[in-house]
């Protein structure tokens, strides 16, 4: 399905709200961003990849991510069947002070209560030099 401009504001303030709810630790407010049948892959960090809100709740909450999460370079595109894609950016503090970069690779999907994510895949963005 093509976006329209509601479609793409609407899935930027949903890729953004993840990144305030997973700082506050704002478990009980999860299914504001994600389906019931999410998968979440943060393999690239470690952990196995999880599917259901309450998964990727026990995932988050886990010792080893970062401290602060910025979305970022969102790009929303038309995605297979009734689904949208999009990719983003996201930056994180760490516990040593670096900070990371990733690539959000993500399909959402509408529901009742609007757009959530029914996947999302992070790659890590390595410095080539």
């Not at 609407?10 to 407010?29: G, T």
């Not at 961003?33 to 960090?45: G, L, P, Q, R």
């Not at 952990?47 to 988050?60: D, L, Q, R, S």
Request: charged letters at 20%; proline letters at 4%.
């Amino acid at each position: 399905m093509k976006p329209t401009t509601d479609d793409i504001v609407e899935i930027n303030q949903i890729l953004s709200l993840w990144a305030h709810l997973v700082d506050d630790h704002a478990w009980d407010r999860f299914g504001e961003v994600f389906t019931e049948d999410a998968h979440f892959d943060s393999s690239i960090f470690g952990f196995a990849p999880v599917t259901g809100i309450e998964a990727i709740c026990h995932m988050a909450s886990q010792e080893g991510h970062a401290s602060a999460h910025h979305t970022t370079n969102v790009y929303v595109k038309e995605g297979p069947n009734d689904g949208i894609a999009a990719l983003s950016k996201g930056l994180g503090l760490l516990s040593n002070g670096a900070v990371a970069s990733v690539t959000y690779t993500d399909r959402l999907r509408r529901t009742p209560g609007g757009w959530r994510l029914a996947s999302s895949t992070l790659a890590l963005q390595a410095p080539s030099y």
